[in-house]
């Protein structure tokens, strides 16, 4: 007969499981119906808006940064290919004169994730503010299911 504390541990055992693999049915839904995925961003700073579709690449030292008026600079790393992403790291540096670069805001999304076409699905709005005269950057990203 099954003692109380084996049962208790059992039952611990299969709620773990059963979690994991609620988590897992999502990934996996939004996978099979897109062969791919293509992270979005929008970007403000003053009256620039941009568009950035950052690639998924397997280095995340060659993800490219983009600048803004010398105050910013965003920099997304999408890690893994298209079709399996496996994190995604959205990094702000504040520029300064003579100065290294410095990072103000990162944040890492990891798997699995809302495919959400409608930005900011994936992010929400973040604003992020330089320490000298309190210059606003805002971004929000969407990960967008992509046929081919």
Not at 96 to 101: D, I, L, T, V
């Amino acid at each position: 007969m099954i003692d109380h504390f084996t049962f208790r541990w059992i039952f611990i055992a299969a709620l773990a499981i059963a979690s994991y693999l609620m988590g897992m049915i999502p990934a996996a839904a939004a996978e099979s119906g897109a062969d791919s995925a293509e992270l979005v961003c929008q970007v403000r700073y003053a009256s620039e808006t941009r568009m950035l579709h950052p690639s998924a690449t397997t280095d995340p030292y060659s993800a490219a940064t983009v600048d803004f008026d010398n105050r910013f600079r965003f920099r997304a790393v999408v890690l893994g290919s298209p079709g399996q992403i496996s994190h995604i790291t959205l990094t702000v540096f504040e520029l300064a004169n003579e100065a290294p670069p410095v990072i103000i805001h990162q944040v890492r999304y990891q798997a699995p994730f809302n495919m959400n076409n409608e930005i900011p699905a994936l992010t929400g709005w973040n604003h992020v503010y330089t320490n000298y005269l309190g210059r606003e950057l805002r971004y929000g990203c969407a990960l967008k299911a992509v046929q081919s």
